[in-house]
T-cell receptor, first 113, second 111 residues
């Protein structure tokens, strides 16, 4: 079993839809949670970063962390064709560790105009 | 765009050869991590360097090695290349917090 599980999709939605992307994990030591966006043949771009449980909002993006359920989500409101990309969740253990990121396999999202 | 740069962009090598990939970290960042991303997969942690010392290693064999220089730039060396080493190699830099910022990657093809 992988430490981080992510539905690979592909996920296709119409422009303006609300998108929900999710990851589950098994390692209770994870405390830092990140979402990256990766366009084809590019490096991952950091979208959201949260520490421990709770919500964080940045523009059209909202990240949620539920440590009790070992479940994290990224919501995209008013989705745009430019949001079409692969979304990767990533997690890290305690601050004083090597800050190794463990990634999900990515969800491929297409927003149709 | 992040300030992390990588070279070369693309590389084609033959099985058994050796390769060196390079990374320049973002200004103010003293930690560099390397990841391997196979097609359709998430990045896999190879190792991390902090102040020129290896500071953690993933499940990769010793033929994957690295260096970090005083200016915090870094190299990834892979010896005895295998077909399965074909992937996108990503460098990420970070400072004293957990966020890591990735470069554009080097796409390595082993034939």
């Amino acid at each position: 079993q992988k430490e981080v599980e992510q539905d690979p999709g592909p996920l296709s939605v119409p422009e303006g839809a609300i998108v929900s992307l999710n990851c589950t994990y098994s390692n209770s030591a994870f405390q830092y949670f990140m979402w990256y966006r990766q366009y084809s043949r590019k490096g991952p771009e950091l979208l959201m970063y949260t520490y421990s449980s709770g919500n964080k909002e940045d523009g059209r993006f909202t990240a949620q962390v539920d440590k009790s359920s070992k479940y994290i989500s990224l919501f995209i409101r008013d989705s745009q064709p430019s949001d079409s990309a692969t979304y990767l969740c990533a997690m890290s253990a305690t601050y004083r560790s090597a800050r190794q990121l463990t990634f999900g396999s990515g969800t491929q999202l297409t927003v149709l105009p | 765009e992040t300030g992390v740069t990588q070279s070369p962009t693309h590389l084609i090598k033959t099985r058994g050869q050796q390769v060196t990939l390079r990374c320049s970290s973002q200004s103010g960042h003293n930690t560099v991590s390397w990841y391997q991303q196979a097609l359709g997969q998430g990045p896999q942690f190879i190792f991390q360097y902090y102040r020129e010392e290896e500071n953690g290693r993933g499940n990769f064999p010793p033929r994957f090695s690295g260096l970090q220089f005083p200016n915090y730039s870094s190299e990834l060396n892979v010896n005895a290349l295998e077909l399965d080493d074909s992937a996108l190699y990503l460098c990420a830099s970070s400072s004293a917090v957990a966020e890591q910022y990735f470069g554009p990657g080097t796409r390595l093809t082993v034939t």
